[in-house]
C-alpha cells in the first residue's frame, strides 16, 4: 500500500481512501509518497527519547522530543504535589486519625505518626510549584 505522509499534520494518509479524503477536502497538499516499509517504520513505538517529526524534505523521522516548557514542568509539578497531598490525606484517612483525633483518642506513637503526617502535608502545601523543575520533594514519613 502507499501512503502519504503530510509533515505538517504529522500523519500518514492512505492513498486507497484519497477519494474520500479529497471529497471531504482534506487530502495534505504537504503530503510526500511513502511505502508500506516506511509507514511500518513510523507507526512503530518510536525509539527511546524520540517522537515521530519530519525532515527537511518532509518525510517522516525521529526527532529529539524536545524539553518541557516552564508552564509545562509547573503544571506537572502541580499534579505530583496534589498526588502526594492525596496520597498523604489517603494514607492518615485509611488510618482513622483525623477522626480520632476530633473526639481525643490519639494517644502516644499513634499521634506522634498523625503529626509527621500533618507536618509532611503542610511541607506539600507549602512548595511553589513556580519554581519547577527545581523542586525538592519531601520523605513521606516512615508508617
Keep these: 500500500m502507499k501512503y502519504s505522509f503530510s509533515a505538517l499534520d504529522n500523519s500518514f494518509y492512505p492513498y486507497e481512501l484519497r477519494e474520500d479524503y479529497d471529497a471531504s ?3 495534505p497538499r504537504d503530503g ?3 511505502d508500506e516499509a516506511v509507514f511500518s517504520e513510523f507507526t512503530a513505538p518510536a525509539p527511546s527519547g524520540k ?3 519530519a525532515d527537511n524534505n518532509g518525510y517522516p523521522a525521529w526527532i529529539d ?3 518541557l516548557t ?10 505530583e504535589k496534589q498526588s502526594k497531598i492525596n496520597a ?7 488510618k482513622q486519625w483525623p477522626g480520632k483525633a476530633a473526639i481525643g483518642r490519639l494517644k502516644g ?3 506522634a505518626q498523625y503529626n509527621r503526617w500533618l507536618d509532611y502535608l503542610d511541607v506539600l502545601e507549602a512548595i511553589d510549584t513556580s519554581k519547577a523543575p ?3 520533594w519531601p520523605d513521606k514519613p516512615s508508617k
Design 134 to 136: 527545581n523542586i525538592t
Design 109 to 111: 506513637d499513634e499521634l
Design 25 to 27: 477536502g482534506t487530502w
Design 32 to 34: 510526500v509518497d511513502v
Design 88 to 94: 498523604a490525606n489517603d494514607h492518615m484517612s485509611s
Design 65 to 67: 522530543i524536545p524539553p
Design 51 to 53: 517522537q515521530r517529526g
Design 70 to 79: 516552564h508552564e509545562q514542568l509547573i503544571e506537572q509539578s502541580e499534579v
